[in-house]
């Protein structure tokens, strides 16, 4: 069969999955040639991770960072992520049906890893769950290996609290007010506003409860409590601030909110990891990237568009693969201390928030109109990455030959 996309309400709801292979493959092409000119592919340093476990490893940074670790340092990662596989339809199934992005992005890493002689093992399933973390704790004493690394770039909707099963679901909403902003279809290429109702109480608690740190901080204390968490051990999770203009609907926001839960546990874990084992956590505030999230979030499509015109034009220009390789070259793995501001934070958000860069892109957000998007923004690059995070236009693929399997690769 032949695979288009398919867009609604500016998600893309299927997935190609030649294009999802071929997607990790320049990936993994890049991390290597970076790591050469670094002169470390084949000299890896003495404090380069060994064994990482990497907690929504499918897309996006998670599956960047173990991309990063596994094709950089050589090391052995393990995996975790809950997809949707894919359907050939017949013997009970009732329909073709294509799987997650992130089902082929895992089955493409573990064969690309094998190919390099990588150890990787991916488990589907749920992250959040006792049951998930007795699994990778059996694993990695089978393995007789221990985590000196582990990433945390869960993102979900959805957790059930694995003690009492009560089911928490997130929302992306301002707190306080109403919220519009512009946004851009991706199937038209129009400017429209859309608007977001402020959140309840319960709303904020629960975005908390899925988004924020209490899961995280379970998978730390229940890895140490067994044992399996080495000397030295280093933890980071993910956060974002981004520009002023979009702090209303993200950084105050619900999502906000559980953001900052996330980075006040990791000042919690880090005391605790120095005390018990020389340990580090932190958070790494990242880089404003097209997500699967992001095209449906008020004022952000039309942001990233004109943040991402000005800083290919500055030559500052980064995505996923870029930031992670950075993150762990230039502040996680250095032979020193990790840099950090004074909230504890890693700011490898840098480029996007240095001054010259949002006073241009204030300064053209003020002036755009349907007339010049094309001009005073980058909707083609939005587009691309739009459609790259579902392994659609992927240079190198072909989109017109038929796809015989929609189960593998």
Request: hydrophobic content about 35%.
């Amino acid at each position: 069969m032949i695979i288009e996309p398919m867009i609604r309400s500016n998600m893309c709801i299927n997935a190609h999955p030649k294009g999802c292979a071929a997607d990790v493959k320049h990936q993994i092409e890049y991390v290597e040639k970076k790591f050469a000119e670094r002169g470390i592919l084949n000299n890896v340093p003495k404090d380069a991770p060994k064994t990482v476990l990497v907690l929504g490893c499918s897309t996006g940074y998670g599956l960047a960072s173990r991309i990063a670790v596994a094709f950089g340092y050589k090391a052995t990662t393990i995996g975790i992520s809950f997809e949707k596989e894919g359907s050939n339809g017949g013997a009970g199934k009732s329909r073709k049906k294509t799987g997650t992005p992130g089902w082929y992005n895992n089955m493409a890493f573990d064969k690309f890893a094998k190919e390099r002689g990588l150890e990787s093992v991916t488990f589907n399933g749920d992250a959040f769950s006792h049951e998930m973390r007795l699994n990778v704790i059996d694993t990695l004493k089978k393995m007789g290996k221990k985590i000196d690394l582990l990433v945390y770039s869960v993102a979900s909707s959805v957790r059930i609290d694995p003690d009492n099963g009560t089911i928490y679901r997130s929302v992306l909403k301002p707190v306080g007010n109403i919220f519009s902003g512009a946004t851009i279809d991706f199937k038209t290429g129009r400017i429209s506003t859309i608007s977001a109702q402020p959140a309840t109480d319960e709303e904020v608690t629960n975005t908390v409860k899925v988004m924020g740190g209490e899961d995280w901080a379970l998978w730390v204390r229940q890895l140490q409590k067994a044992g399996v968490l080495a000397e030295g051990v280093k933890t980071v999770a993910y956060s974002y601030i981004g520009p002023k203009l979009s702090h209303a609907i993200y950084r105050e926001g619900t999502i906000g909110s559980a953001k900052k839960h996330l980075e006040a546990t990791a000042r919690e874990l880090h005391k605790e990891l120095q005390k018990d084992l020389h340990g580090e956590a932190y958070v790494s505030v990242n880089k404003g990237l097209v997500t699967r999230s992001s095209a449906v979030i008020p004022i952000i499509p039309m942001y990233i568009s004109v943040l991402f015109k000005v800083m290919k034009e500055m030559g500052n220009h980064e995505g996923c693969i870029e930031q992670m390789e950075r993150l762990m070259t230039e502040r996680l793995y250095t032979g020193s201390s990790v840099p950090t501001d004074e909230n504890h934070l890693i700011r490898i958000d840098d480029y996007e928030l240095d001054p010259k860069v949002q006073e241009e892109v204030d300064k053209r957000m003020a002036t755009v109109t349907q007339e010049n998007l094309a001009e005073i923004g980058d909707f083609e690059g939005y587009r691309h990455d739009f459609l790259a995070t579902n392994g659609f236009d992927i240079k190198g693929v072909d989109y017109k030959a038929n796809v015989a399997s929609l189960t593998s690769i």
